[in-house]
């Protein structure tokens, strides 16, 4: 692949955003621009329109801490099974 030089004028705030990718990284100026070039014209084609994601309310929080869904959902499923096979009887 020909390369192709070129001067660019980068706004404050993309050059600090650059520096940063290049110490994080460890990589030179070239491939950290590269890589945001062709990150940003690859995840955004000219017929992709940016729109926000809709949120929805939840309602009011239920007494049910979801940081213990697995457990939540075992008692559940034992429920379940322990109510056939007391229908089944």
């Known amino acids: 692949m020909q390369t192709v030089r070129t001067t ?3 706004d404050p705030d993309t050059a600090a955003l650059i520096d940063r ?3 994080e ?3 030179t ?3 950290a621009v590269n890589t945001a070039i062709r ?3 690859t995840t955004v084609g000219p017929d992709t329109e940016r729109r926000p994601i809709p ?3 939840m309602g009011q ?3 049910v801490d979801l940081d213990r869904a697995l457990r939540l959902a075992d008692q559940l ?3 379940e099974i322990a109510h056939e096979l007391n229908r089944g009887r």
């Open 25 to 27: 990284r460890g990589i």
């Open 39 to 41: 990150r940003g014209l």
């Open 61 to 63: 929080p239920v007494d």
């Open 55 to 57: 949120t929805f309310s």
């Open 29 to 31: 100026f070239k491939e």
């Open 8 to 10: 660019i004028t980068l």
């Open 21 to 23: 990718v290049m110490r």
């Open 77 to 79: 499923e034992d429920a």
